[in-house]
DNA sequence: CCTCAAGTGAACACACTGTCCATATATTTC
DNA sequence: GAAATATATGGACAGTGTGTTCACTTGAGG
């Protein structure tokens, strides 16, 4: 969008708070959807947005902070979940979109080293937690609940399990990547819990 | 066991090296143990053996994989899983067991730190995978097959799948704690998949 | 216009990494 | 037992990133 991966030079003397923001973000956004979190530091950053590495300190408490705040940035998240009216379905098809999200775009690599850098980073753990992964959960038992209400699911279930044992399970294979992340992997979750793995 | 947490120094001149090594890889399982990979660094480690950096360079090509080796050489794992003949009872004490191991004992913090470093540390994850997820991969797997050939599970499901969606789901909640690793969430874990959540 | 807030550059101490030596000692070989 | 080899050691080095302090300069609001 802007200009890019070249350090900038500039003058000294305080600049528009608003427009350091962005450009900040806007460098950080890029550097670790190029780099990864193995090349990410503050230093580049700030060299990148042609600001001083003091005002980025200022606002972003950890180097993962900062990096979750570039990655937002730079994709923006749509967000939605279709509800056609039948569970499994839906679940497929939001699965599906996720096991492809990871498998063939940068957020595959992304967001697995997000989540690793938040086990060694608070700031960056409690923002992930509270502008990625919580409002995806909502998201997602909102729907289960739903399909209650249908009659397509037990009310006697607990829908956050559920959650886990869908989503969890593509973090999983995407964290300790033992075995591919596949389509055929997203239909068996939804088949093995809505008809059950046990001899009837 | 031997002495710890104190700096050695020591003289110039080789030492056997079998000795050097099995007191590398101790002094990195307590300062593992006892700071987290947050304050775990190959300087530490060296100064607390009494070793030569140099020498810590040679045998181990990454930070994460020393963690590693530090970490099997302290906690000796057992490794068994139980079979009474019937799945829902085995696993469900499994699962039981490593919620427990992962709430209540160090365990529960250095495993997800490794996880997390492996992300940016591929030494780490391909021995992480080797030395650790891939065994319990298998034993879960091979519990599963037995139970199908009991009768206890269909045929066509894939074990593997399973896994993911019981111990993936566990990882869940360890890496992303958005929600609390509890007994009731092992048993829900087992309930689901096997009786399935849909309505008949 | 004047004051205050805020970004900037420069410099600093600090920690860790990865690597180079020359030296000293263990291990192996003869 | 002595010589040859292998390997750990201390010391030093440059390189990188972090986190902070300081004086300076400029934007924004009254």
């Not at 967000?79 to 996720?98: E, K, S, Y």
Request: hydrophobic share 45%; aromatic share 6%; glycine share 8%.
């Amino acid at each position: 969008m802007t200009q890019s991966a070249e350090p900038v030079r500039r003058g000294r003397g305080r600049r528009p708070t608003d427009q350091v923001r962005r450009e900040v973000l806007q460098a950080a956004g890029e550097l670790l959807l190029a780099e990864g979190m193995g090349g990410f530091t503050i230093e580049k950053v700030a060299a990148l947005a042609g600001a001083s590495r003091v005002t980025l300190h200022k606002w972003w408490p950890s180097k993962g902070a900062l990096a979750l705040a570039g990655y937002f940035s730079v994709v923006g998240h749509t967000l939605a979940f279709p509800d056609t009216g039948d569970i499994a379905t839906d679940l497929t098809a939001q699965i599906r979109a996720f096991v492809h999200l990871m498998r063939d775009t940068r957020a595959g690599h992304v967001i697995p080293e997000l989540i690793g850098q938040a086990q060694t980073d608070a700031e960056l753990s409690a923002a992930y937690r509270e502008r990625y992964s919580a409002p995806r959960r909502a998201l997602a038992v909102e729907a289960l609940e739903r399909a209650k209400q249908r009659g397509q699911v037990r009310a006697d279930v607990d829908s956050e399990v559920v959650v886990d044992q869908l989503w969890g399970a593509c973090y999983h294979r995407l964290l300790i990547p033992d075995l591919p992340l596949t389509d055929e992997f997203a239909e068996a979750l939804v088949a093995n819990l809505l008809t059950g793995i046990g001899r009837p």
